[in-house]
C-alpha cells in the first residue's frame, strides 16, 4: 500500500492547522429553560357557563319562535303526501297491469304458430283451477320481466333485495 492513500498531502496539513476551529463560548452555553409554559387563559370557567346558558337562552327562543311555521309546513307535507299516494299508487297498479297485458300479448303472438297452445292453460286445463277466472294471479318477478330489459330488471331486483 502507498502512504499517500492515507495520509493527506503536506500543503493540506498546513491548512489546516492554521484554522482556528468553533467552539463554546467561553463560561458555556446559557442553561436552557424547558419548564411548562402554562396556556393563556382567555375566557375562565364562570364566563363559559355564563356563555353555555345565554347561547342555550338564545336558541330557545329562535325555537320557539319558529315552532308555528315549522309544525305547520310539516302538516302541510304530511297532507300533501296523504293526498297523493291514492293517485301514486293508481298510476303504479295501472302501469303494473299494462306490463301484464304486454306480457301476455307477447306470449300470445311467440306461441301463434305452436298447435294447441292457449295462453293461461296446461296442455288445455287452467293452470290455477281452484281460482274463480277474474283473478289476478301475480307473477313472479323474473316472470314479468320476462320480455322487458334486462336493466329493469337489475334495477327491480335492487329495490326488492335492498328493502
Known amino acids: 500500500f502507498s ?18 476551529q ?3 463560548p467561553s463560561g458555556g452555553y446559557k442553561p ?13 370557567g364562570k364566563g363559559l357557563i355564563v356563555g353555555h346558558f345565554a347561547l342555550t337562552a338564545g336558541a330557545l327562543y329562535l ?3 319558529n315552532y308555528k311555521q315549522v309544525h305547520r309546513d310539516e302538516v302541510e307535507i304530511r297532507s300533501s303526501m ?3 299516494t291514492p293517485l301514486l299508487q293508481a298510476e303504479r297498479d295501472r302501469a303494473y297491469l299494462k306490463q301484464l297485458r304486454r306480457n301476455r300479448d307477447e ?24 281460482l274463480p277466472p277474474d283473478t289476478l294471479i301475480k307473477p313472479l318477478h323474473n316472470e314479468y320481466f ?6 329493469n330488471y337489475n334495477e327491480w331486483n335492487d329495490i326488492l333485495l335492498w328493502q
Not at 3 to 20: C, I, Y
Open 107 to 130: 306470449e300470445n303472438s311467440l306461441m301463434a304458430n305452436v298447435e294447441g297452445w292457449e295462453t293461461g292453460k296446461y296442455k288445455g286445463e287452467p293452470i290455477f283451477k281452484t
Open 22 to 24: 468553533d467552539g463554546p
Open 146 to 151: 320476462v320480455h322487458g330489459s334486462g336493466k
Open 32 to 44: 436552557l429553560d424547558f419548564s411548562r409554559a402554562p396556556a393563556r387563559k382567555i375566557i375562565g
Open 63 to 65: 325555537y320557539f319562535q
Open 82 to 84: 296523504l293526498a297523493i
Open 3 to 20: 502512504k499517500s492513500l492515507f495520509l493527506p498531502e503536506s500543503g493540506m496539513a498546513t491548512a489546516a492547522a492554521s484554522r482556528k
